[in-house]
């Protein structure tokens, strides 16, 4: 069909959707199309009787029809014509029982490339051609059911059989045709056959079940399988089964649970064992219970056979008891250690060791577990540890910690002399020799803090202007760090205050900036700002680390060589580091994540190979409640203006939605650039903003807002993005959008981009 032109009749309603799948066959060199758009199932169905189509494109939600109904009506009047059924994400299931209804395939809008598109429509194309020659060879396919070991019949609403291959054991198709059970069956057996299949045709829906039957051969045991037998407008005419003979199946269960009671005749042997050992089936129900598991447990044999060990050895099933419960299926055992809970509630630590039980056919039939108590044990494991490294961190801090004294004491002396000695020195000497003062006494309170930790004592906390540390800071980077670098200040005029040890969070700071100079060894520029934030839920949400309330925020940010990608989650981990061996520990960042997180504090990064990197420090403020105003500008509530909503990640769709809907805003969602497209061309007189974040699959932001704008160039854009590079920023800028908001970003945040975006005149 390489070189075939294939004539499609496209049923389509929505003009975005209409337009890219045209955009996509335009895609496709190889491809000759020739597509006829409708809008209504109408004027495809007048179509189809008076023109032939090699296939049509169908979407099931049309002006004139909805639903599965749309696809039976076209495939009536379509007869011959293989049918592709477009669907939304939300659709799935609906598209499904089209196929199962004789569509030849479904296409998912949003999902198609012009590739795929071809070929679904040549694959759905030969799929018809195939489908007639299997019709065509139907014959030969009935004289091969034949020599099969499959029953299969007919029977009409009376249940009187009407056709038959391979009759049922002990009897002709002689024997059977025209008669009903109860003519061949014992009355128990005629009944309960007559039963099943009479749900079958008062439903409409299938049933499968195992009978036993008493043939002229004896009692023989059946997997049976009903179905409705319907014509072609659908009505039931009776019902179509299928049957196989399943005794020796059924002889081998006997064996089978026979095998597995002499296991747990010989698993009592077991209850010797000081461990918890235990059996459960594959969906956790407890089928045995040995004496070590009711001690380690609490629950008596009785108590525990038969429940869901889930409910009974956790108050809710942790993530890990779920892998270990796919690693052992998948791989046959586990082994870990697990938290778990006795009938008192008390927390025990197990390691525990699973096995998967089989069958003699290989099939997984249940799960053996064998826990030992390793709670004690790791208590003192953990005493043990906690102990040994308190006294090496002891025994090394007292043991400098006389040295260093006496090393910084003349230090500290002399910088405290030699202003007195020299007071005529100019201005940069005596600046100097402050910093020198400085220096020493902080190497002093480096000792008494090593000494503290060593001591099992957290440094002093204060209420403290970040203002003054950020500047005394800034005066030391000033002095120490070279000329090619340029040191910046951008602090907020009024900032709120913090509870801190100055040490440590002057060590924050530090470690920081010694990092951002490092990264800049040509030059650069270091800034460090400081503002107030005040998180609200939403921020809180796009943040797991942040909780509501206010902040100081401290950035430091450099111009420098950047963190790779593929290393950015790993720089906090404490020895790792990319520096070469003898230039760092790799301390640096796990120490400052760990100060933050003593002060309740959190800390985060973005970052671009060549262009730099920023590390934001956010620090809960203290105060008095009223100094927080939100009230800083008046909010605008929205008069029922729509804002069409363009993000990949389901919380921030659903937390931007709930925020703009409580302040009076309608709203749509769209999870991808080609979605947001056909939603503005379905709505571009409604909508009068929409908010696009950048990184986007299949269609990225950038190319979806060039896109809105040859729909319409007036369109208001506010674009979003968790990291945004200088180059994109400005990218997006030069493109037209006048608004960006970097993630996360609080309700006020979004509500006075909206606010100063709507009020824009163009």
């Avoid at 994400?89 to 296409?107: F, I, K, M, T």
Wanted: glycine letters at 6%.
């Amino acid at each position: 069909m390489a070189g075939e032109l294939i004539k499609v009749l496209l049923v389509e309603d929505n003009p975005g959707d209409v337009f890219l799948l045209q955009e996509l066959l335009k895609e496709v060199n190889s491809a000759k199309v020739e597509l006829r758009p409708v809008e209504r199932l109408s004027e495809a169905l007048n179509l189809l009787a008076h023109d032939n189509f090699d296939l049509m494109l169908l979407d099931l939600s049309l002006p004139d029809s909805q639903g599965i109904d749309t696809f039976i009506s076209a495939t009536r009047q379509a007869k011959a014509t293989p049918i592709i059924v477009l669907t939304g994400l939300d659709d799935e299931n609906l598209a499904l029982r089209a196929v199962q209804e004789g569509a030849q395939d479904y296409l998912v809008k949003g999902q198609v490339t012009g590739d795929l598109l071809v070929r679904s429509m040549r694959y759905a194309i030969e799929r018809q051609r195939i489908e007639d020659a299997l019709r065509q060879s139907e014959e030969r396919f009935r004289v091969a059911l034949k020599n099969s070991p499959i029953f299969v019949f007919n029977q009409d609403r009376d249940l009187r059989y009407t056709w038959i291959y391979n009759s049922i054991s002990g009897w002709t198709t002689e024997d059977m045709l025209s008669k009903h059970d109860l003519e061949l069956l014992p009355l128990e057996d005629a009944q309960n056959l007559t039963a099943i299949k009479n749900t079958v045709l008062t439903t409409g829906i299938g049933a499968r079940a195992e009978v036993s039957l008493n043939t002229p051969q004896g009692i023989r045991y059946y997997d049976l399988t009903v179905e409705p037998l319907r014509n072609e407008s659908q009505d039931i005419l009776g019902i179509t089964c299928a049957s196989i003979d399943i005794s020796e199946r059924q002889a081998a269960l006997r064996d089978r649970k026979q095998a597995e009671e002499k296991i747990r005749e010989q698993a009592a042997l077991l209850d010797i064992t000081t461990d918890a050992i235990f059996v459960r089936d594959l969906e956790n129900k407890i089928l045995f219970w040995n004496k070590g598991a009711e001690n380690l447990y609490g629950w008596q044999v009785q108590e525990a056979w038969g429940r869901n060990v889930s409910e009974l050895l956790f108050d809710e099933s942790p993530p890990e008891f779920e892998a270990a419960w796919l690693n052992v299926i998948s791989k046959g055992k586990w082994q870990g250690e697990l938290t778990k809970r006795t009938k008192t509630g008390k927390e025990v630590l197990v390691a525990s060791r699973w096995s998967l039980v089989c069958d003699p056919q290989g099939r997984p039939k249940s799960i053996l577990s064998v826990d030992t108590d390793i709670t004690e044990k790791k208590r003192l494991e953990a005493q043990l540890f906690r102990a040994q490294r308190m006294e090496s961190i002891g025994t090394l801090a007292s043991g400098i910690a006389h040295d260093l004294n006496n090393i910084l004491t003349p230090i500290l002396a002399g910088a405290q002399l030699l202003p007195l000695k020299f007071p005529d020195a100019d201005e940069r000497t005596q600046h100097l020799l402050e910093i020198l003062e400085i220096n020493a006494k902080r190497g002093a309170d480096l000792v008494k803090q090593v000494l503290s930790f060593a001591r099992g004592v957290e440094g002093q906390r204060i209420n403290l202007q970040p203002r003054h540390l950020i500047v005394e800071v800034a005066k030391i980077l000033k002095e120490t760090l070279p000329k090619s670098i340029d040191v910046r200040l951008d602090l907020s005029y009024v900032l709120w205050m913090v509870s801190g040890d100055s040490t440590q969070l002057h060590q924050v700071l530090m470690n920081l900036c010694v990092n951002a100079r490092d990264a800049m060894p040509n030059g650069g520029t270091l800034t460090i700002t400081a503002e107030n934030l005040l998180i609200d839920e939403n921020y809180a949400r796009m943040n797991l680390d942040a909780k509501v309330g206010p902040y100081i925020v401290i950035s430091v940010c450099d111009t420098g060589i950047g963190i790779p990608e593929e290393i950015l989650d790993r720089i906090f981990e404490p020895f790792f580091t990319t520096k070469a061996v003898g230039q760092g520990t790799g301390l640096g960042l796990s120490t400052v994540l760990g100060i933050l997180k003593s002060h309740g504090g959190f800390v985060s990064v973005q970052s671009q190979v060549g262009n730099g990197t920023c590390f934001k420090v956010f620090l809960p403020a203290v105060g008095e409640q009223e100094t927080f105003s939100q009230e800083e500008v008046t909010l605008q509530k929205g008069h029922g203006e729509l804002i069409l909503i363009v993000d990949d990640e389901p919380s921030i769709q659903e937390i931007t939605r709930t925020s703009l809907e409580t302040h009076h805003y309608e709203t749509l969602i769209a999870s991808d650039g080609i979605e947001a497209i056909a939603q503005y061309a379905k709505n571009a007189n409604k909508i009068s903003v929409v908010l696009m974040d950048i990184m986007l699959p299949s269609l990225d932001g950038i190319t979806a807002i060039r896109t809105l704008q040859k729909i319409n160039p007036q369109v208001k854009i506010i674009a979003t993005s968790g990291l945004m590079p200088k180059d994109k920023l400005a990218e997006i800028m030069k493109i037209g959008v006048k608004k960006f908001l970097s993630k996360p970003y609080t309700v006020n945040e979004l509500l006075l981009s909206l606010q100063d975006i709507l009020n824009e005149v163009h």
